[in-house]
């Protein structure tokens, strides 16, 4: 008799093929569950953190960090509080960063926000653009890389933001500004919302709103120097430096009780804090999941062993050797939890890959799910506990002696 036994692994794999189905289907679920919640979770880490990258500094009055970081960067609607007209002249004016830019909100068309910024900050921002021009005068605009609006296409900004816009019967048409704006250029992919935002001269913005507009009546001019005679209050300002020691020095400078200064790093570090304990309540989750399926594959176990005993009980009485029958026993089951495990690892990346699609569309943060090795190592673990699970039916077939296997089968 050959001592092979694949060919009767596959054999009882041919026969049992439904059972089998469920069996690895079942180790499949729990760890794509596992690893799809790692994944998303380190994803969502480096994805906010890349969309992050260029804002150096950020000032706004104070509130909470995290808001001030959702609004300035994330550009999420927020009620914060305006920076004294005094204070945003003499910070728009400070001379110790390479730019400082307004920002300026309020506006939306067909539900990408219009964002009104210095030409700077758009520089920066895309590190040079894909096509067209920055805006040189108050009536063209600059557009993110996803957005639908093309060069040269010209339309009426509205007040507010309508996620549905005109497009699906919103209200843009019903507040919409009398300003039309022609679209003069588009950036660089960032990988964060602002690849959906429409970017303005602050000027543009502010002279919407009624607002002096950062400069002399007459002036047509855009960007610093700014008149502190005529410049507003403004939410929030990037401040931008090479030099790391100027960098803290003008956060120590603006960090008051009229103003707060912070890097986006340090808010980010709040919201890890968040997500860290999220991370925690659904690992814990896929840790009792985990459980649940080991307890399921256990049973399972049991139950393919008693389908495949009368087969095993026939191989010992024609004298296959005990170690033969073993490898079979053990053998059928570990090539169960394997691809068990591998479709798991291809369900968990293609589920964090979903997620992050969707999580996208929603938010406009560009994230890129992978495999780790956190995933790699409970995939792992998983594999090693089943394949430990599957010598104990099969280590106790081959010890049943002969005579009572054929009496019991």
């Known amino acids: ?9 596959r054999a009882a794999l041919r026969r049992y093929r439904y059972s089998a189905l469920a069996f690895v289907l079942l180790v499949a679920a729990g760890v794509s569950l596992a690893v799809a919640i790692v994944s998303q979770e380190r994803a969502l880490r480096s994805g906010s953190a890349k969309a992050a990258d260029k804002f150096d500094l950020i000032v706004a009055a104070p509130c909470s960090r995290t808001d001030a970081l959702l609004t300035a960067v994330f ?6 509080q305006l920076l004294s007209p005094e204070l945003s002249a003499r910070m728009l004016n400070d001379t110790r960063a390479a730019f400082v830019s307004p920002l300026a909100f309020g506006d939306s068309y067909r539900g990408q926000a219009v964002v009104g910024v ?49 497009a699906q019967g919103g209200d843009d048409a019903l507040d919409a500004h009398e300003a039309l704006l022609t679209v003069v250029g588009r950036m660089r992919p960032t990988g964060s919302p602002w690849d959906r935002a429409v970017l303005a001269p602050v000027e543009q913005v502010w002279a919407t709103h009624r607002l002096p507009s950062g400069h002399a009546p007459d002036s047509t001019q855009l960007g610093p120097p700014f008149d502190a005679a005529h410049t507003p209050g403004i939410p929030a300002a990037v401040l931008h430096t090479p030099k790391l020691a100027q960098a803290y020095q003008l956060r120590s400078a603006y960090t008051g009780r009229e103003s707060m200064a912070f890097f986006p790093a340090e808010a980010l570090l709040q919201l890890y804090a968040v997500l860290g304990d999220m991370r925690q309540l ?12 080991l ?27 005990r170690r033969y029958v073993f490898a079979i026993a053990w053998g059928f089951t570990a090539s169960l939890m394997v691809s068990g495990v591998a479709l798991g690892l291809a369900g968990g990346y293609a589920l964090s890959f979903a ?19 956190a995933e790699l190592l409970m995939a792992l673990a998983m594999l090693a506990i089943g394949l430990l699970l599957a010598t104990l039916p099969a280590w106790r077939l081959q010890r049943v002696p002969l005579a009572r296997a054929m009496k019991d089968y």
């Not at 550009?75 to 914060?80: E, I, N």
């Open 355 to 373: 997620i992050s699609r969707w999580l996208a569309r929603s938010t406009g943060v560009a994230l890129q799910p992978g495999l780790g090795e």
């Open 282 to 293: 659904m690992s814990l989750l896929a840790l009792v999941t985990q459980a649940l399926v």
């Open 1 to 9: 008799m050959s001592m092979n036994p694949w060919p009767v692994i």
């Open 75 to 80: 550009l999420r609607p927020g009620g914060s």
């Open 118 to 166: 210095t030409a700077a900050l758009v520089e920066h921002l895309s590190g040079g653009l894909v096509e067209g021009r920055v805006f040189v005068t108050r009536e063209e605009v600059v557009v993110g890389a996803a957005s639908p609006l093309k060069l040269g296409e010209r339309f009426h900004p509205a007040h507010g933001l309508h996620p549905a816009g005109e």
């Open 295 to 321: 307890l399921a594959i256990i049973a399972s176990v049991l139950i393919l062993f008693r389908l495949l005993t009368p087969q095993f009980v026939t191989l010992r009485a024609l004298g296959a050797p």
